[in-house]
């Protein structure tokens, strides 16, 4: 299980680059297509919410991500495409939480002019591993589904497309027990999404 985390990654760059050519495939239906890189942050709390005892996460760790993605809208604004993630603990340079997900993106674009405004809902499979942790499930690493729901504002400039969001996600391990026995993190998150294509 010592590479279970290098198997996560390139698990997770083969998915993302997979997942850049749904655009193609989804824009002859009429809508259009992007793929793109995004950077984001997995937070304990919410702004107005005590970070040392949040109502509405559930997790010890913040955790950042970087990924790739890609999706199709068809003429009627419903979306879909897929995209790859990785995960990494801010630990100060210890060995800490780390992991990476692949997985479909659904959802609908509510305008498209002069802003882009999406709602979408990332659904993946991968695994999540802490060296450090004192379960020897999670220090080997086990695998893992994550959710997310966000709300997106793109501005299109030309070909690319700057991108805000905010959203909530849960990532819970399977097969050890009962789904989240070793590891269940459930947090707002907010990032940045570079995109090109015909939105």
Known sequence: MKHFGTRITFSVVLLAIISLTVPALLAAD????VGGAFWGSQRMAYPWEDESDPYFGATDHQ??????MGYGIDSD?????????????????ED???????????GYR????????????YAGVGGMSDPSSADPNLSEGVFAVMGEATLEAS??????????????QAIASVGHGDIGDVFLSY?????FRLLWGAQ
């Open 30 to 33: 009429g809508g259009g297509g």
């Open 96 to 106: 800490g939480l780390s992991g990476g997900f692949g997985g479909l993106i659904s």
């Open 110 to 121: 509510f305008i498209d002019r002069p802003i882009n405004l999406l709602g979408l809902i």
């Open 155 to 168: 501005l299109p400039m030309l070909f690319f497309h700057p991108t805000l969001y905010v959203g909530y």
């Open 187 to 191: 947090a707002p998150t907010i990032g």
């Open 63 to 68: 955790l950042d991500y970087v990924g790739g």
């Open 77 to 93: 604004g419903h979306v879909a495409g897929g995209f790859g993630v990785g995960f990494s603990e801010n630990s100060d340079g």
